[in-house]
């Protein structure tokens, strides 16, 4: 996942709003504690020893919790290695540490894979690694609701909500570009911190269709509409993780009799077996569909987009909506989320759209103005990272 790299990101998005916050990196501080350990070998060291190496280095982060202020623990939930599937954490230690947050952060899984090879991690298939994900995800989430109990009493003022509302998945995303002045507002490291201490703003799920749109004014508006959003809320994006086009890529591949699919993994060229990427397409979808309901689960609204493109009768437009658009309003409605519909296409949308929004808007501006005159938006003074 690279995360060490994603939350000094983050910690210094923080620090550049004048929140100072310390990363404690649980691995980082495991080899330091076992110098004898060759890098990249510590999950190859007996159980025992590990989890004595985790209490030790998890004492320690502990002692320097007394001291006061905000911080990170960079570590897993499971780990599904060698040993089989075992646990990362320790119950006792985690009910003492008692955060207000969890966030499990996930990525495409052609990216983990590439950075797996790239370190030298060779033993796993990209089932192993998607089942990992499903494993990750779940135990974090029982640990959220077991040790962040909703009946414990906030003693810190702002402190993020506690019970169900304490979790969160967290899409990666891809890294920035090192040559800009900064990343683009509410990129995942920015809504990582803003989960963090921005408690007053609105968090939204952006849905718009993805699959099946190539018209470039469609792409343009859905691009401007998820960095518009991203200036306002703290935002759970599906298209900072998206895995339909392996399975375009690997369905072609096998069609034309290709042994393998390369993919562009942070820069790096990097093959993947045919066969492999096939055997996990059912997998691909099977987590498209509940991840993406569980981002609407976390959020507080939903905010769809619905452009248009060629393709309509006698060469008219069309609306661009997706069953998979469809399905998550429908979803949001049923969980009583606000639904918030942008309608930009030409054609009245169906009652079956305007029955379930809260509000349907005909532009992106429209949109916007409503969110800031109805309070959705919340006043800052200073604007920035927080407001």
């Known amino acids: 996942m690279d995360k060490k790299a994603f939350l000094s990101r983050a910690v210094a998005l923080a620090g550049s709003a004048?929140?100072?916050?310390?990363?404690?990196?649980?691995?980082?501080?495991?080899?330091?504690?076992?110098?004898?350990?060759?890098?990249?070998?510590?999950?190859?060291?007996?159980?025992?020893?590990?989890?004595?190496l985790r209490r030790s280095v998890f004492k320690d982060i502990l002692a320097e919790c007394v001291r006061g202020g905000d911080l990170i623990v960079n570590t897993h939930a499971t780990f599904r290695w060698r040993h089989g599937l075992f646990y990362a954490f320790d119950y006792d230690l985690m009910k003492a540490l008692d955060a207000d947050l969890y966030v499990v952060l996930v990525d495409n899984i052609d990216r983990v894979h590439g950075r797996l090879l790239r370190d030298g991690h060779t033993d796993h298939t990209l089932k192993d690694l998607m089942v990992w994900r499903e494993e990750e995800i779940l135990a974090t989430e029982l640990l959220a609701q077991i040790v962040g109990s909703p009946d414990r009493t906030v003693s810190r003022p702002g402190a993020p909500?506690?019970?169900?509302?304490?979790?969160?998945?967290?899409?990666?995303?891809?890294?920035?570009?090192?040559?800009?002045?900064?990343?683009?507002?509410?990129?995942?490291?920015?809504?990582l911190v803003r989960l963090m201490f921005s408690t007053q703003m609105k968090k939204a799920?952006?849905?718009?269709?993805?699959?099946?749109?190539?018209?470039?004014?469609?792409?343009?508006?859905?691009?401007?509409?998820?960095?518009?959003?991203?200036?306002?809320?703290?935002?759970?994006?599906?298209?900072?993780l998206e895995e339909k086009h392996l399975a375009a890529m690997a369905l072609a591949a096998a069609e034309e009799g290709r042994k393998f699919v390369t993919v562009d993994v942070d820069g790096r060229q990097v093959q993947i077996e045919t066969a492999e990427l096939v055997g996990i397409l059912p997998d691909i979808d099977g987590q498209i569909y509940a991840r993406d309901f569980k981002l609407i689960d976390q959020a507080d609204m939903i905010v769809s987009l619905i452009p248009q493109v060629p393709g309509g009768p006698a060469g008219q437009v069309r609306p661009?909506?997706?069953?998979?658009?469809?399905?998550?309003?429908?979803?949001?409605?049923?969980?009583?989320?606000?639904?918030?519909?942008i309608w930009a296409a030409e054609v009245a949308p169906s009652p079956f759209i305007t029955e379930t929004a809260t509000r349907l808007f005909r532009s992106i501006d429209e949109a916007v103005r409503f969110f800031l005159e109805a309070g959705y938006v919340p006043a800052s003074p200073g604007g920035g990272l927080f407001g």
């Open 320 to 341: 661009a909506i997706s069953s998979g658009v469809e399905r998550e309003l429908q979803h949001a409605h049923e969980a009583a989320k606000d639904v918030f519909v």
């Open 205 to 240: 799920y952006l849905s718009f269709p993805m699959s099946n749109v190539a018209d470039p004014e469609a792409l343009a508006k859905i691009a401007g509409f998820r960095s518009e959003m991203k200036r306002h809320f703290i935002c759970f994006d599906p298209g900072d």
């Open 18 to 52: 004048g929140r100072k916050v310390t990363l404690f990196n649980v691995g980082e501080m495991m080899y330091a504690e076992a110098p004898d350990v060759p890098p990249g070998r510590i999950l190859d060291l007996p159980l025992s020893r590990l989890n004595t």
């Open 161 to 191: 909500a506690r019970g169900y509302g304490c979790f969160y998945v967290l899409t990666r995303g891809s890294d920035p570009d090192p040559s800009a002045p900064a990343p683009p507002a509410g990129a995942p490291a920015e809504a």
